[in-house]
């Protein structure tokens, strides 16, 4: 009789299983970081979820019980805990949570949310391996992004709980400001390594020391 396993192996088999889209580059990030000025890191494996529903329909207050709520304009973020709401469009939003959350790892956020959207009128789809995370911080992370990015993220307009679509090195990514010096990027995977490089390159300057 063939043995199972027990559902904690079956996670750690999973769990290493995995290679992160930038795992490869996780030294250059360390060695490229200046602490206290600017530091790059990858937050691999979150749970993500893109939804289509009506916010303000049945279904989307059942949704938004899940996730704690649904942003309601651009650059919204729905969400104080551990799970948060981006708005990408009037009635489509990406769910981002951290990878225990995930059903193959012991969660259930994508299997709650199906049931939640039930036979209404969306979409719930588990989007977790089509992007990563990076973590830009630190007082020049701002600066960095300025040399790329289209928007305006002078503090007093991009504000600390904003997050939009935008172009980073011409790679479409979610940009979020979790912080006053803090910002998540969310590329798609398969551009996570050109993006992390073009990061790291931009960060050079801040390595070295200030001209007199």
């Known amino acids: 009789m063939a043995e199972t ?5 079956t996670v750690n088999r999973v769990r290493g299983a995995r290679r992160s889209p930038a795992e490869h580059l996780a030294e250059a990030f360390t ?10 890191t990858e937050i691999p494996y979150q749970a993500m979820v893109g939804i289509r529903v009506d ?25 104080t805990g551990s ?14 949570a951290p990878e225990e959350a995930h059903d193959s790892l012991g969660g259930s956020l994508v299997s709650d949310l199906t049931t939640a959207l039930g036979n209404d009128a969306g979409q719930v789809v588990d989007l977790s391996a089509n992007r990563t995370t990076f973590e830009l911080s630190g007082s020049h ?19 600390a709980g904003t997050a939009v679509s ?21 590329p798609s995977a398969s551009f ?6 073009w990061l790291l390159d ?6 070295s020391p200030e001209v007199p």
């Open 141 to 159: 992370a701002r600066a960095v992004l300025e040399k790329t990015c289209a928007l305006d993220l002078h503090p007093r307009v991009f504000k």
């Open 202 to 207: 931009a960060m050079r300057e801040y390595a």
């Open 166 to 186: 935008t172009e980073l090195a011409h790679i479409p990514v979610m940009l979020w400001k979790t912080s006053d010096e803090s910002y998540r990027i969310f």
């Open 5 to 9: 396993a027990t559902p904690s192996e």
């Open 31 to 40: 060695s490229g970081s200046v602490p206290g000025t600017v530091t790059l």
């Open 83 to 96: 799970i948060n709401t981006l708005w990408l469009g009037p009635t489509e939003f990406m769910v981002v």
């Open 55 to 79: 916010r303000t329909s049945d279904a989307g207050a059942r949704v938004a019980s899940v996730t704690g709520g649904l942003p309601a304009t651009c650059g919204d973020v729905a969400g």
């Open 192 to 197: 996570a390594d050109f993006l992390g490089r």
